[in-house]
């Protein structure tokens, strides 16, 4: 898996993972914040956050075209330090007012184009690698490690947002209780019913540091605590942006001839130009799949909004048994760890390697067993936690489908001379039918809920167990490895030269179609019964997948 690889592709990974790792830690409690903070319905909140996702993923557009003219590299550096400035003023807690507001509106738009000079050309110059005829067998691989990278990042931000948030409101005398900051606005705004005043009275009493308070004053401090904690968070990614720099520039001539524009490279005399038919062809056949995973995204990207809703109001907030331990970010990093170490105890050249590997993989097991023996009977959960399971089952399970796709190369036939390893576009069309699998289980889990609009703010009284989350969780990311690096890899090895950056950028913007429309969801959320939601996004999966299917062989064919 990692052998045979060019260096630079761990360094740009590293760099990626640092800038991923504050980014989603701002994510893991974006959502939560909009609602706490300001208190905004289900839709408003959701379509700010789905409008933040957009503007993400379609910048990249205008960093790759600029990139196309000044440059890769140059275009990475200038982002990640307008990054670094957007999630400052994020970080500073200035209230609920209208000057907080767009202030936060403010850093969102920072935050949007730092990442759209940033994310896609780094990706292109990992695609630019494997140009390189020594490589180029190696390019689907490197995207899955690649990816595997970002979501170790991204496995560890839920934990930290967690931490940080029980930090700042330990130190207030406050614990976390899911339905206080509805209950709290609803209060403040002369809106909240008899019922639900005394439950919010009932809940303050829980409080360890709270006494002589009414709740009016009440409202205002856990409104107020929670809310800068939650800017404490964001400050993560301060921190992070900084490490990510300096792994990029300490790092640079690891993967300098990657920062190569097609018009430097048309100076080589090595360099062959497509024809215009080609040229077409290729753009056609990437937007054709484009248009199609702008359905998975928009399906994807509800870890930050309605599952992590459904999370907080639908799911139980302790957790018992075998499952605690996946809710202990320590054990899933030796848990995932431990399956490299595995498959190097099979696939090692020599015995000795194999049996320290064994050895290894034993030690990270025991280690497991002894976290889960020392962890409570019941545990306590945040809703923002269940986001760590998709880049857990990422970093765990990419092992896992490179051996599966790798074994598939190489069952060659006479019908099959190059393997049954499926092409990306037959990965991502299969990605689709997996991902409407996922929410099929949303909509078992919903059976016999009550609507958001019947709970009105507070939480079931039914809540179903972690099961159904962390399998939803599970099948999204078998959707997401047969879709994303494959998609990304796919683009760098078809896009013409003349427009590797604008053709990354459009990736990214199909991703910020389908997130704008992951908003959806949110606006539907108390309009619509619970399992109506998700048997929407089931469907346009199912749709998506079918269109593939039917567009398969004109993309096969222009892809050659």
């Known amino acids: 898996m990692f052998e045979n690889q060019p260096k630079g592709l761990y360094a740009l990974a590293l760099a990626n993972t640092g800038e991923r790792f504050g980014y989603y830690t701002m994510i893991a409690v974006f959502a939560l914040f909009l609602r706490a903070n300001f208190g905004l319905e289900p839709g408003t909140a959701g379509l700010i956050y789905s409008s933040f996702l957009m503007l993400v993923y379609f910048l990249p557009v205008i960093g790759g075209l600029l990139a196309d003219i000044f440059g890769y590299g140059k275009m990475v550096t200038v982002g990640i330090m307008i990054m670094f400035l957007g999630y400052v003023a994020l970080s500073v807690p200035l209230g609920g007012g209208d000057t907080a507001f767009w202030a936060m509106v403010g850093a969102l738009l920072l935050i949007s184009a730092g990442t759209g000079l940033f994310k896609g050309n780094l990706q292109v110059m990992v695609g630019n690698?494997?140009?390189?005829?020594?490589?180029?067998?190696?390019?689907?691989?490197?995207?899955?490690?690649?990816?595997?990278?970002i979501n170790i990042g991204a496995m560890f931000a839920p934990a930290a947002a967690t931490a940080i948030t029980n930090r700042f409101l330990t130190k207030a005398g406050l614990i976390y209780k899911a339905d206080i900051p509805a209950l709290a606005h609803q209060y403040l705004d002369g809106t909240i019913t008899a019922d639900n005043t005394s439950k919010l009275q009932d809940l303050m009493s829980q409080m360890p540091g709270i006494s002589d308070m009414d709740l009016t004053a009440f409202s205002n401090y856990y409104i107020e605590h929670l809310s800068s904690a939650y800017n404490m968070g964001f400050a993560v990614a301060c921190v992070s942006l900084i490490v990510s720099i300096i792994i990029y520039m300490a790092t640079r001539s690891w993967f300098r001839h990657a920062d190569v524009t097609a018009k430097q490279q048309a100076k080589n005399e090595n360099y062959v130009e497509l024809t215009p038919k080609q040229t077409k062809d290729r753009i056609v056949a990437l937007?054709?799949?484009?248009?199609?995973?702008?359905?998975?995204?928009?399906?994807?990207?509800?870890?930050?909004?309605?599952?992590?809703?459904?999370?907080?109001?639908?799911?139980?907030?302790?957790?018992?048994?075998?499952?605690?331990?996946?809710?202990?970010?320590?054990?899933?990093?030796?848990?995932?760890?431990?399956?490299?170490?595995?498959?190097?105890t099979f696939q090692s050249e020599t015995k000795k390697a194999r049996l320290i590997s064994g050895i290894v993989t034993l030690a990270f097991w025991g280690g497991?067993?002894?976290?889960?023996?020392?962890?409570?009977?019941?545990?306590?959960?945040?809703?923002?936690?269940?986001?760590?399971?998709?880049?857990?089952?990422?970093?765990?399970?990419?092992?896992?489908?490179?051996?599966?796709?790798?074994?598939?190369?190489?069952?060659?036939?006479?019908?099959?001379?190059?393997?049954?390893?499926?092409?990306?576009?037959?990965?991502?069309?299969?990605?689709?039918?997996?991902?409407?699998?996922?929410?099929?289980?949303?909509?078992?889990?919903?059976?016999?809920?009550?609507?958001?609009?019947?709970?009105?703010?507070?939480?079931?009284?039914?809540?179903?167990?972690?099961?159904?989350?962390?399998?939803?969780?599970?099948?999204?990311?078998?959707?997401?490895?047969?879709?994303?690096?494959?998609?990304?890899?796919?683009?760098?090895?078809?896009?013409?030269?003349?427009?590797?950056?604008?053709?990354?950028?459009?990736?990214?913007?199909?991703?910020?179609v389908g997130n704008y429309l992951s908003s959806i969801p949110g606006l539907l959320w108390d309009k619509v019964p619970l399992w109506a939601n998700w048997a929407i996004l089931m469907g346009l999966c199912v749709l998506a997948g079918l269109i593939m299917l039917a567009m398969m062989k004109k993309i096969e064919a222009a892809t050659k």
């Open 287 to 344: 937007c054709l799949v484009f248009a199609v995973v702008i359905f998975f995204w928009m399906a994807f990207h509800q870890n930050g909004q309605s599952l992590t809703w459904f999370a907080r109001d639908y799911t139980t907030a302790t957790c018992g048994g075998w499952l605690k331990i996946g809710f202990n970010i320590w054990a899933l990093a030796l848990i995932a760890i431990s399956i490299y170490t595995l498959f190097a």
């Open 129 to 149: 690698l494997y140009d390189d005829p020594r490589y180029s067998d190696r390019r689907d691989a490197a995207f899955s490690i690649f990816y595997m990278a």
């Open 368 to 512: 497991v067993y002894a976290i889960f023996a020392h962890m409570d009977a019941i545990i306590n959960i945040f809703p923002q936690q269940f986001q760590q399971f998709n880049p857990f089952f990422v970093v765990a399970l990419t092992p896992v489908s490179m051996a599966i796709f790798s074994w598939l190369a190489g069952k060659k036939s006479d019908k099959h001379p190059g393997g049954m390893e499926p092409s990306a576009p037959k990965k991502i069309s299969i990605g689709m039918f997996v991902a409407a699998v996922g929410y099929l289980i949303m909509v078992l889990a919903s059976k016999g809920q009550a609507s958001p609009a019947e709970l009105a703010g507070t939480v079931s009284p039914d809540p179903v167990v972690p099961g159904y989350l962390i399998s939803t969780y599970l099948v999204l990311t078998f959707a997401e490895l047969l879709l994303s690096p494959m998609g990304i890899s796919f683009v760098t090895k078809v896009a013409p030269p003349k427009y590797k950056g604008l053709m990354m950028g459009l990736w990214f913007a199909a991703t910020a």
